[in-house]
């Protein structure tokens, strides 16, 4: 007969972490809103109500709506070529608008001409009466000059030339595509503009502070942590004397320092950011590296001949990875916090760039009105990043931990 074999159920140990991350449900719920909210950040405008640059279409008749406040927008055609922007300008910045929006209250029809009143948002409206041309509405026009002949308009346009179309074909058109009712889901600013649109605008500043933020202070901590541990000696008395002078500053104050000397801006305060954050990257790898050089694998590659740059970032580095994944998360979400704080200081990304913190301060006198969900809602969104990058966090900690042996293969 022939004997039945045993299997070993062997797992690599990234499958068994990921296997104990899947059982933290708070980890999952970090990783659930850090998910939606690169997904917010990569499709950009694509999915914004307002998708102008940087959500900044400024309506001033709308100013500081409620949530689900609704209006009617008349759209009429700008009168000028809009280039279209390149796929990565536009999912970064945003395209401008090809019309200029007016809310109205109410409109009618005269011959060639559309007669609007002007929304005021007050009990009584009593707007501004307006009118338009109905080919200017539609068309980007090449001059005013529209010639009325029995019931059509010859004109011409900026792109299309010379068009002969009938005021019915204008009115359809103008009904259906030109006035347009339009919903605010979380209300607008005290700049009459879209606040759900300008949230989601801010996400792609604190995801990306995050990201640069991080990559600098791995780079710049792990290289300087690797050598300082490894080669010990006079060259790690340097950079840990360099370690705690850096450590000793505040990191806003450090932050606001370079922020100064680069000049203000976005990809400033990326830079300003990531240099402030390695100090914890590098005492962390310095002290990994300083148990792990006098491991067995280090003495068999120095017999073997290897070089000391192959013997660090091949063999040694790798082995430092699990803690350094930890503290980065953790990093991300404090840069979120200092790039917040920047913006509300005033020094961060400038306007009209959507961030949080800028919200917050823009908006920070309405906390004692009926208002107050101006400036709660963006802290909301600055508090749910935050905690998901520290819950993610934990839960990766959790999962690295070597005591935790409940998920091992058994043994045969």
Request: with cysteine.
């Amino acid at each position: 007969m022939a004997k039945s074999k045993k299997h070993i159920n062997s797992k690599s140990l990234s499958r068994i972490a990921w296997q104990r991350l899947k059982k933290n449900k708070l980890s999952l719920f970090g990783l659930f809103i850090i998910v939606c909210a690169v997904i917010v950040s990569l499709l950009g405008p694509s999915i914004r109500p307002d998708s102008t640059p940087k959500a900044n279409d400024q309506i001033l008749e709308i100013t500081t709506q409620k949530p689900g406040f609704s209006v009617e927008l008349l759209k009429i055609k700008k009168n000028k070529k809009i280039e279209e922007p390149g796929l990565w300008a536009y999912l970064s910045n945003g395209a401008e608008s090809s019309y200029t929006t007016i809310p109205i209250y109410d409109y009618n029809f005269e011959g060639d001409r559309l007669i609007v009143e002007k929304y005021t948002g007050g009990d009584v409206n009593d707007g501004q009466i307006m009118e338009y041309n109905l080919a200017d509405i539609v068309y980007s026009l090449d001059h005013n000059k529209v010639k009325m002949n029995d019931g059509y308009l010859d004109f011409y346009t900026v792109t299309e030339g010379k068009k002969h179309e009938s005021i019915d074909e204008l009115i359809a058109k103008i009904k259906s595509e030109n006035i347009i009712t339009r919903k605010y889901y979380l209300g607008t600013d005290k700049y009459g503009r879209d606040l759900l649109s300008r949230l989601m605008a801010g996400t792609w500043i604190s995801l990306f502070v995050g990201f640069i933020s991080v990559f600098i202070s791995l780079l710049i901590g792990i290289s300087l942590g690797a050598l300082a541990g490894y080669f010990r000696g006079w060259l790690d008395d340097v950079i840990m004397w360099f370690i705690n002078v850096v450590w000793s500053i505040p990191t806003l104050l450090l932050v606001i320092a370079i922020t100064m000397a680069l000049g203000k801006g976005t990809w400033q305060v990326f830079i300003a950011v990531g240099l402030t954050m390695w100090v914890e990257v590098a005492r962390v790898v310095r002290g990994q590296m300083l148990s792990l050089r006098e491991k067995e694998f280090v003495e068999a590659g120095r017999a073997l001949g290897f070089n000391n740059a192959r013997i660090i970032f091949k063999h040694m580095i790798p082995n430092v990875l699990g803690p350094v994944i930890v503290i980065s998360a953790i990093n991300f979400a404090a840069a979120i916090l200092i790039e917040a704080g920047l913006s509300f200081l005033g020094i961060g990304a400038q306007p009209p760039q959507a961030t949080w913190g800028k919200i917050i301060a823009e908006h920070k006198g309405y906390l004692i009105t009926g208002k107050a969900y101006l400036a709660v809602l963006p802290g909301v969104a600055i508090i749910l990043m935050v905690l998901a990058f520290v819950l993610v966090g934990n839960g990766i900690r959790d999962a690295l931990d070597s005591k935790t042996v409940d998920d091992l293969p058994p043994a045969v």
